[in-house]
């Protein structure tokens, strides 16, 4: 069965701290992995990684695949109080005649000043 | 076959037209999504809608509307307010929340 595990679940941190959020994954036939920003309502697209070792970066949060592994890690930086979210990495994997997507269960993220 | 179609396959457009995607389910799935792909970037979301008679905007919803009235269908109309609307739209439905969702085959739409 194809599954993403993110851990950890909750995490609290200071207002500056540096923060590594995990996701691994269980999938046949893996075409992407993506991570999203959820804050009130829909996710907001963060990155999409399909390369082994290749970092993605958009200021302070980074990003970085390893197929070999099975993991992802979502990286962030001098965190500011914005940066509570929660924050889901999803799978995209290619069935038989269809593509779907596997949303992990989320990190939920609190920075507190 | 259970599953979720779309369609057309590929559709073009004049500039200021407004044009309407299809997607239809037969999974007896409450929630349905529409998403945008361009090149190099992962799945920027549209519109989703959690049950019918109900739908929120996503990421990138200007220019866009939909509606939901039966379970199975989420029409999509881009319209003349897109600023760059030629792309990859591709269509998702889940049982539920954000859990699992299978995706229609895409429409690529190319306005010239």
């Known amino acids: 069965e194809d599954k993403v595990v993110q851990s950890p679940l909750s995490l609290v941190v200071h207002e500056g701290d540096t923060v590594t959020l995990n996701c691994s994954y269980e999938v046949t036939n893996f075409r992407s992995l993506l991570w999203y920003k959820q804050e009130k309502k829909a996710p907001t697209f963060l990155f999409m990684l399909t390369s082994s070792g290749i970092e993605k970066k958009s200021g302070r949060l980074s990003s970085i695949l390893d197929k070999k592994e099975l993991f992802s890690i979502l990286n962030i930086t001098a965190t500011q109080t914005g940066d509570s979210a929660i924050y889901l990495c999803?799978?995209?994997?290619?069935?038989?005649?269809?593509?779907?997507?596997?949303f992990g269960p989320g990190t939920s993220l609190s920075v507190i000043p | 076959d259970g599953g979720i179609t779309q369609s057309p396959k590929y559709l073009f457009r004049k500039e200021g037209q407004n044009v309407t995607l299809s997607c239809e389910q037969n999974?007896?799935?409450?929630?349905m999504y529409w998403y945008r792909q361009d090149p190099g970037q992962g799945l920027r979301l549209i519109y989703y809608s959690q049950i019918v008679n109900d739908f929120q905007k996503g990421d990138i919803a200007e220019g866009y509307s939909v509606s939901r009235e039966k379970k199975e269908s989420f029409p999509l109309t881009v319209t003349s307010a897109q600023k760059n609307p030629t792309a990859f739209y591709l269509c998702a439905s889940s049982i539920d929340g954000w859990n699992e969702q299978f995706f229609g085959p895409g429409t690529r739409l190319t306005v010239l």
């Open positions: 999803a799978v995209e994997a290619r069935e038989t005649s269809y593509d779907k997507v596997i």
């Open positions: 999974l007896n799935h409450d929630a």
